[in-house]
């Protein structure tokens, strides 16, 4: 089993700065990229940021310049730095990873999903 373990939600005010964490575990031969998703009431799930383990990045065009992501190979953790918040930001925020395993004699990747950390950008 994989399980994707986020943190660094809260309530923050326009302008500040949170920094959120995901780190992975379990049966994993090798992760291919990690990234964040958010999801605000009413809306549908986004793409906010995404890292592949070679390092190329992505980012909605709406946090260009003000999140960034990184990660930590060894630990298996990603993390969002997110500055410059917007109540618009606010939203559940999901970790979500491209995950290799091994069982039965094949290699097979996974797509998990974190249980998601609440942000609240308040004005």
């Known amino acids: 089993q994989v399980q994707l373990v986020e943190s660094g939600g809260g309530l923050v005010q326009a302008g500040g700065s949170l920094r959120l964490s995901c780190a992975a575990s379990?049966?994993?031969?090798?992760?291919?990229?990690m990234g964040w998703y958010r999801q605000a009431p009413g809306k549908k799930r986004e793409l906010v940021a995404t890292?592949?383990?070679?390092?190329?990045?992505n980012y909605a065009d709406s946090v260009k310049g003000r999140f960034t992501i990184a990660s930590d190979n060894a630990k298996k953790t990603v993390y969002l730095q997110m500055d410059s918040l917007k109540p618009e930001d606010t939203a559940v925020y999901y970790c979500?990873?491209?995950?290799?395993?091994?069982?039965?004699?094949?290699?097979?990747?996974?797509?998990?999903w974190g249980q998601g950390t609440q942000v609240t950008v308040s004005s």
């Open positions: 379990g049966s994993i031969v090798r992760i291919n990229a």
């Open positions: 890292r592949t383990s070679g390092g190329s990045t």
């Open positions: 979500n990873a491209d995950i290799q395993q091994f069982s039965g004699g094949r290699y097979y990747t996974r797509g998990e």
